[in-house]
């Protein structure tokens, strides 16, 4: 058997670790050994990948692993043995400095290419060594928190430098200079002095966290990872403190993941960010546990539940180590469950069996999405129809399939990709509207959605300045059936839940194979491009989990006998 033990190699960047013939993300083996596994690393599809780049990502994820191999022995007493190693091998492996083969754009870091990713493996190292201060042999670690420290000061510094101090890299650094300064201190026996810089002055977390977030608690980028991501370093950076003391905002970024999870704990994800991934599942765990003991609003059981599910056989229990994290009981709120959450990022609404988000706010900046307008449909525990997330970045050209328009469930005009943009949201007691200007040349577009007693109303509206070809286009992530019929064309979408749509439109529905979510991109789904050649298109439908009398008369739909007046958006 091979001997278990940490690479000892530096590590490049983890979104290499991609089938360049399939895009999936390549499998997670041999990280216990160290050793890159012979004849390269396998995908899904009998792929066995071996290039420098993925020798790179392979390893930046073996070290996670062993971070987090680390950190749970140490919540036993063990690992001290493992964290000297480390630090010797950290000095080692550093001592030539900055990562020289870093891409051009990198923030350079000093164990991988990037900073970031030093920052992401060094914070549970060093709770690892502050689980276990006062072992004497932990002295020898000094050096690396030290120099990790140094690291978070200067990338942070750059970060304020280059005006990108909102990136969600200056979270991590700020908790990475936290950690490793709380590490040190309980290691030379003092008290902590580090606060002010890290947590509570000009450049630290809630600094950060006031100018990263909106009022409605979404980080700025409005995707679900990078939310998650930011809210991690954030609770990890808060051991032993009062979330009295805290900014409000944080409660609310909470609140603001809480209110896109479906009733079944399914976390859309939205804009870019993983669609599936068991690491992943293991930090939403991690969150979970972290927001309860903040807030007793936190409103994420049943998304840790279905993590614990998603996380498979990576599971191994960490999040129940995390007790005792804050210095005071959590703070208290009525976690309510609303049946319609509008925001300046997302609109969430909820009828019976029925979980819809219409995208509507700011593009998110490099991690956004061209996908304005688009309506993602969840059942509790099934994606109808989802954001199709991400796939490893370093896939160029699935990548851009995945930002692209072509790939949401929204508006796409003469096979172009809009412009960034953002909408325009009113409501009312029963309703939504969101409307985007200027993201194609001459043409405007609304979405209603109403809420009705069982069923969701969708209408949408676009006008241009001249004869284009408008298409809105069906995404799903479900076996999907189309029947066109006299009166309307109706849709089955199959899951552990059913979804039935009516469709009334003067569109001719064409429907194709495409690429599913971004999991797996060789998944083939059946898309539908709701066709119209003209300078004005308007298309209605109704959604429901139980089948219902759907007419159109004039500008009126009625549902079950409930009369929806769709004119005058």
């Known amino acids: ?66 971070a987090r191999r680390i950190r749970l022995l140490s919540y036993d007493g063990g690992g001290a043995d493992l964290l000297t190693s480390y630090a010797r091998l950290y000095a080692d492996l550093t001592k030539a400095g900055e990562h020289e083969e870093a891409q051009g754009w990198m923030q350079r870091g000093r164990l991988f290419h990037q900073a970031l990713t030093d920052a992401v493996w060094g914070v549970p190292i060093a709770h690892s060594i502050l689980n276990l201060a006062g072992r004497a042999e932990l002295g020898e670690t000094l050096p690396m928190l030290d120099d990790m420290v140094a690291g978070a000061r200067r990338a942070r510094d750059a970060m304020i430098a280059q005006d990108k101090f909102s990136s969600n890299y200056t979270a991590w650094f700020n908790a990475l200079g936290t950690t490793a300064g709380q590490a040190a201190a309980a290691v030379r026996e003092e008290k902590w002095s580090g606060a002010d810089e890290w947590l509570t002055g000009e450049y630290g977390q809630f600094a950060h966290l006031e100018v990263a977030t909106g009022e409605d608690g979404w980080e700025w980028e409005g995707s679900t990872y990078y939310h998650g991501f930011v809210l991690r370093a954030y609770l990890l950076s808060l051991r032993g403190y009062d979330p009295s003391l805290v900014p409000d905002r944080l409660e ?27 690491p992943l599942a293991l930090e939403w765990l991690e969150i979970a546990s972290l927001a309860r003991q903040f807030t007793t609003a936190h409103g994420l059981e049943s998304v840790a539940n279905r993590a614990r599910a998603e996380a498979g056989p990576d599971y191994d229990g960490l999040e129940d180590e995390l007790t005792n994290w804050f210095d005071a009981p959590p703070r208290t709120a009525n976690p309510a469950r609303v ?42 525990t099934t994606p109808w129809q989802p954001d199709p997330g991400q796939v490893p970045y370093g896939h160029a050209q699935w990548r851009a399939h995945y930002k692209s328009a072509a790939a949401h469930p929204t508006i796409r005009v003469d096979g172009l990709e809009p412009a960034e943009a953002t909408g325009e949201l009113t409501s009312d007691a029963d309703s939504v509207t969101a409307a985007v200007d200027g993201w194609y040349d001459g043409v405007r577009a609304t979405r209603k959605l109403v809420s009705g007693n069982s069923y969701l109303v969708d209408v949408v509206r676009v006008t241009a300045d001249r004869e284009r070809e408008i298409v809105l286009q069906f995404r799903p992530d479900v076996d999907l059936t189309v029947e066109v019929g006299p009166d309307a064309v109706r849709t089955t979408w199959a899951g552990n839940e059913t979804l039935y749509g009516y469709h009334l439109s003067d569109a001719v529905p064409v429907t194709r194979p495409g690429p599913g979510p971004a999991d797996d991109p060789q998944r083939t789904r059946t898309w539908i491009d709701w066709t119209v050649v003209g300078a004005t298109a308007t298309y209605c439908s109704v959604y429901s989990t139980t089948p219902l009398d759907v007419r159109l008369v004039g500008d009126v739909i009625t549902v079950d006998g409930h009369e929806h007046p769709i004119g005058g958006q």
């Open 1 to 66: 058997m091979a001997a278990l033990s940490p690479p000892t190699e530096r590590g490049g960047w983890w979104h290499e670790y991609v089938c360049p013939a399939h895009g999936v993300e390549l499998a997670h083996v041999g990280f216990e050994s160290g050793k890159f596994p012979e004849g390269g690393v396998p995908c899904s599809y009998g792929c066995r990948v071996d290039t420098p780049a993925v020798r790179g990502a392979w390893t930046v994820l073996a070290h996670h692993f062993w």
């Open 252 to 278: 609310r970024m909470i609140a603001a993941l809480a209110s896109i999870a479906t009733d079944g704990g399914i976390l859309p994800a939205l804009h870019d960010g993983p669609y599936l991934r068991a």
């Open 339 to 380: 049946a319609r959450s509008v925001g300046s990022t997302y609109a969430v609404i909820r009828v019976p069996g029925l979980h819809a988000i219409l995208d509507h706010g700011p593009h998110g900046g490099s991690h956004g999405h061209h996908d304005k307008l688009a309506l993602y449909l969840y059942g509790a």
